[in-house]
């Protein structure tokens, strides 16, 4: 009970951290972002409505910490600023349009590396000394250095440009309607295939080593020798004695993962401009778009924490070790 | 890892009467093995969500014989390096690396065309002028490869230095001293852990107004310290309670020597496979973040390679000559540096290496009518 209230505690310090972070980082820049609209419109824009832009924004000329507690009051009510790139449209609509994209893009690429990945470790380790074993784990490491931005442009570039079996760019077809119906979500599902690709080749290696690993440490404990001394059968054994203490870490790990599906696949959306959070923060970026760069900062850290609360939470529920 | 066995297992196996594994190790042990208790009460932040196996299997010291020579950092370094050159995997890592190193130093030297030179055979597919092609402005896409290399590589092993340092650092002053110490260090180590690494690098160098490769090193270095530490504080810990450290303190040596010529000496394993992962990440992160644009994009690196062949489409008029060779050098980087870790890995636990089973022993599991002779 202790554990968790001291992970509690710590969990809200953190959030405090990303929140404070979120807020200096900015002020790093020179100038402000009603300055970086004015620059965008290119002296077209008369210069008197600098302070109206201001105004709007929110930048005031007040003391620091005047300017923290306005901040953090704007957080509690939800209210993240204008985006520059997308004005007057708030920073809360452009993340709420683009974030189930991610979501959906990610996290389903998440759970079918994990689960792919996972099982395949299994298998090898439990045939140690055969083929596989002696083959695929170099291989894997291999693959797993491999920067997955230019393995999305390899994909693209040979899948997409060259066979033209997948769309080049985009969530969706843009002469379909958007909604729930069965052109969008099958051209939807389309548009898809390609990063899902992406990120499924790129990161599976890492589950395969990891379970691997850790299979080869657990089968050598002496309840797997019992296991099999009772006369269970070989699959029995591989599944719920040796693979169930096995997966413990990379269960941990999945948790944390989860975490990232919100800020991981930025560069393969870039690659795709596959519309999500990632390919909204490199406009943000490329536009000195400063509130919406914060926003989804915010969003990312805030998701990055949950995961980890999550991982903890199970890793406590499932090890009783560590009680 | 909390999954590992709780027997003692010595770093160094004593098969010197196993002739045919190769890989193995021929260090002369002690005669009193090093026995390694497995950090029983320390279950909280340090192992339990670490995701690599290197991080607890690495958990023995080097034996016991330099207890009375010398226990340097680079008496144990010279450990390290015989026991890895002896290992296949690791050998190919450390031999592709330092290829690497050569061009990066020597290369640039030897060019026939300036990278930056513009000519007016523009998107030239490989040829005998041109072995990699050239890009949108008649630049050589070889010359620029092997210009950036150096780039690359010097700036990738520099910042993984210094996470190294700074991860260590902070790491072993907050095992060995525990208290109050220990609590703030370890509140600042986790708060940096959970924070996103690559969102904030992104963030950190879209607003610092210098761009440039010290830029991304700065932020890449602020972004990925915290996990090093960690698990370099979970290990001090254990070593704290340990015998050499007591006679080492009540022979009234001060804190400084003991942490850093008795303590690290013995986790020098740890300390590189943490480099080689950095480096590894750090030739990634910054690849991808001068792929962004945030780097300057007026030097030549493999990065921004891949920035100007985006940006002038190389992608919609095929020319795949401009983005591929920097991918499969960071990627023959990448994976050579993997190899490396995977070899210190193996290293540490013995059961981790891949060796095929021998022929006589696959033989003798098999019925009597199916067994072919081997010759042993």
Request: hydrophobic content about 50%.
């Amino acid at each position: 009970m202790r554990q968790l209230l001291r992970r509690i505690v710590f969990y809200i310090v953190a959030l405090w951290a990303s929140v404070t972070i979120n807020f200096i980082i900015p002020r790093l820049a020179p100038g402000n972002p009603a300055q970086a609209l004015m620059a965008r419109f290119q002296g077209k824009l008369n210069p008197d409505a600098l302070h109206a832009l201001e105004i709007q924004f929110g930048i005031t000329n007040e003391s620091l910490w005047t300017q923290y507690w306005d901040y953090i009051g704007n957080l509690l009510h939800g209210n993240l600023g204008l985006s520059i790139t997308y004005f007057p449209t708030s920073v809360a609509s452009v993340i709420a349009q683009d974030l189930p994209w991610t979501l959906v893009l990610v996290g389903v690429s998440v759970v079918i590396s994990f689960v792919l990945g996972t099982l395949i470790g299994m298998l090898i380790a439990w045939r140690r000394g055969s083929l596989a074993d002696s083959v695929l784990p170099p291989f894997m490491i291999l693959f797993s250095a491999v920067p997955y931005f230019w393995l999305a442009l390899i994909l693209l570039y040979v899948l997409g440009f060259k066979l033209n079996l997948f769309p080049l760019s985009g969530g969706y077809n843009t002469n379909v309607s958007p909604g729930l119906n069965g052109d969008f979500l099958a051209s939807a599902i389309g548009h898809a295939i390609l990063p899902a690709l992406t990120i499924v080749i790129s990161s599976i290696a890492g589950w395969m080593l990891g379970m691997r690993n850790t299979m080869i440490t657990t089968l050598t404990e002496d309840y797997v020798l019992m296991a099999q001394a009772k006369g269970l059968p070989e699959r029995e054994v591989m599944y719920a004695y040796a693979a169930r203490n096995a997966i413990l870490p990379n269960i941990t790990g999945f948790a944390l993962a989860l975490g990232f599906v919100v800020g991981g696949a930025l560069f393969t959306e870039m690659v795709f401009s596959y519309p999500g959070i990632g390919y909204a923060l490199l406009q943000a970026v490329q536009n000195s778009d400063y509130p919406l760069v914060q926003g989804i900062f915010l969003i990312i850290a805030i998701a990055v924490l949950a995961a980890n609360f999550l991982a903890d939470l199970v890793n406590t529920a499932l090890d009783p070790r560590t009680r | 890892m909390s999954t590992q066995s709780p027997s003692p297992q010595p770093l160094w196996s004593r098969d010197e009467q196993n002739p045919d594994r190769p890989g193995q190790s021929r260090v002369e042990v002690d005669d009193i093995a090093p026995q390694v208790v497995m950090p029983s009460g320390e279950k909280a932040l340090a192992d339990v969500d670490a995701p690599e196996a290197s991080g607890g299997a690495l958990a023995a010291p080097m034996p016991g014989a330099s207890s009375f020579a010398f226990a340097t950092v680079g008496g144990r370094l010279a450990d390290l390096w015989n026991t890895l050159t002896r290992n296949r995997k690791a050998a190919i890592g450390l031999l592709i690396v330092a290829l690497f190193v050569l061009v990066a130093i020597f290369g640039p030297i030897a060019l026939h065309h300036d990278p930056n030179a513009l000519s007016s055979d523009t998107l030239q597919p490989p040829s005998a002028a041109h072995w990699l092609g050239t890009t949108q402005t008649g630049q050589d896409v070889f010359s620029q490869v092997i210009y950036g290399t150096r780039a690359s590589v010097f700036w990738g092993f520099l910042t993984g230095v210094l996470v190294t340092v700074l991860s260590v650092i902070v790491g072993l002053t907050a095992g060995y001293f525990g208290g109050v110490v220990d609590e703030v260090l370890s509140l600042l180590t986790n708060v940096f852990l959970v924070l996103p690494g690559l969102p904030l690098a992104i963030v950190l160098a879209s607003f610092i107004p210098v761009r440039g490769p010290q830029t991304v090193a700065l932020v890449l270095l602020i972004t990925s310290w915290a996990w090093g530490a960690r698990v370099l504080r979970a290990q001090t810990l254990t070593m704290r309670q340990r015998d050499f450290v007591e006679a080492a303190r009540s022979n009234g040596e001060n804190a400084f020597r003991i942490i850093f010529f008795e303590i690290l000496p013995n986790e020098i394993a740890l300390v590189a496979a943490g480099f080689v992962g950095t480096v590894t990440y750090v030739i990634l992160a910054e690849a991808g973040l001068e792929f962004i644009g945030l780097g300057n994009v007026t030097t030549v690196s493999w990065g921004t390679m891949f920035y100007w062949s985006l940006n002038n489409d190389a992608l919609l008029l095929g020319a795949w000559w401009w983005f591929v060779p920097p991918g499969v050098c960071i990627a023959l980087l990448g994976a050579a540096l993997a190899l490396i870790n995977n070899g210190i890995d193996e290293i540490a636990n013995p059961k981790l290496r891949t060796e095929r089973k021998p022929k006589a022993l696959k033989e003798a599991g098999k019925a009597p009518q199916e067994r072919k002779a081997v010759a042993l």
